[in-house]
């Protein structure tokens, strides 16, 4: 049986995604192909009903389909309601399923590279799409308190609001003091990313025992993750996050567990 699935996105052209699916099929010896498709947000809902006719199995979702993605399915699973947005979708006998893998990729990453890794207060910069889903990879994880703190306060008080939960809202100017408090830095912004502004975030504050993240991964070592490395923090890039996401929906898709390893990332690191 040859199995299908895709990532849709607008634009999708720049997706790693194709990477790092077919290479899996390839690994395990499997007859099947995963593909990028170009989706406008107004083809959305055509593209789904044609999709399980032409055999696929499932698909990946990315920006800016997520919530229209979750809107848009039939079974919706408590990870992704939380979150309130899909990065996956499953075709089934009954209808689309729609989840969330971003936590799963989140916190494996972080635990791939720090086994011992246990949140208790940690501090989140960004309120976007990425940033639900890592909060609520925190609060899964254990995390008592959540900073959460954005360069537009009222989207991250909304993003606190519909989560809920211990979470509190830093105004964007305080963020360099309340580092003093966490065992955890993630970096959710596109701050740092190559061609955008840079991320301005003074790190004396922070212990040096914190786990510092970028889920940046262009560049692999941001100002942000170069700066704690240097300063002792342990660090972990965010390609890793990229490549773990992929695990669940490879396997409910292809039937088949795949591994997160350095041929894979080497793989990636060198498309």
């Known amino acids: 049986m040859v199995r299908l699935a895709a990532v849709l996105g607008c634009p999708i052209s720049h997706s790693l995604s194709p990477r790092i699916h077919n290479h899996w099929i390839s690994v395990h010896g499997m007859t099947g192909f995963y593909s990028a498709i170009d989706t406008p947000p107004a083809q959305l809902g055509t593209t789904l009903e044609a999709l399980p006719r032409l055999g696929f199995v499932g698909v990946n979702v990315t920006l800016p389909l997520k919530q229209l993605a979750l809107a848009r399915a039939d079974v919706v699973?408590?990870?992704?309601?939380?979150?309130?947005?899909?990065?996956?979708?499953?075709?089934?006998?009954?209808?689309?399923?729609?989840?969330?893998?971003?936590?799963?990729?989140?916190?494996?990453?972080?635990?791939?590279?720090?086994?011992?890794?246990?949140?208790?207060?940690?501090?989140?910069?960004?309120?976007?799409?990425?940033?639900?889903?890592?909060?609520?990879?925190?609060?899964?994880?254990?995390?008592?308190?959540?900073?959460?703190?954005?360069?537009?306060?009222?989207?991250?008080?909304?993003?606190?609001?519909?989560?809920?939960?211990?979470?509190?809202?830093?105004?964007?100017?305080?963020?360099?003091?309340?580092?003093?408090?966490?065992?955890?830095?993630?970096?959710?912004?596109?701050?740092?990313?190559?061609?955008?502004?840079?991320?301005?975030?003074?790190?004396?504050?922070?212990?040096?025992?914190?786990?510092?993240?970028?889920?940046?991964?262009?560049?692999?070592?941001?100002?942000?993750?170069?700066?704690?490395?240097?300063?002792?923090?342990?660090?972990v890039d965010g390609l890793g996050m990229l490549l773990h996401q992929a695990v669940p929906a490879f396997d409910r898709w292809f039937c088949q567990r795949p591994q997160v390893d350095e041929t894979l990332r080497n793989l990636v690191m060198n498309a």
């Open 77 to 235: 699973t408590e990870n992704a309601r939380r979150i309130g947005a899909s990065n996956m979708l499953t075709f089934t006998g009954n209808g689309i399923e729609a989840d969330n893998t971003d936590t799963y990729g989140f916190t494996w990453n972080i635990r791939q590279m720090i086994p011992s890794w246990r949140p208790s207060t940690a501090a989140v910069l960004g309120a976007g799409g990425a940033a639900r889903a890592i909060v609520v990879a925190l609060q899964d994880a254990g995390a008592r308190q959540i900073l959460l703190c954005n360069r537009t306060q009222e989207t991250a008080q909304q993003l606190a609001c519909d989560i809920g939960g211990a979470i509190t809202v830093v105004p964007w100017q305080e963020r360099h003091d309340m580092l003093a408090a966490c065992d955890t830095l993630i970096n959710t912004t596109s701050l740092g990313m190559m061609g955008k502004e840079p991320l301005s975030l003074r790190l004396d504050a922070l212990p040096g025992t914190a786990v510092v993240n970028d889920i940046v991964y262009v560049p692999l070592e941001t100002e942000l993750l170069r700066g704690a490395r240097l300063r002792g923090n342990p660090v």
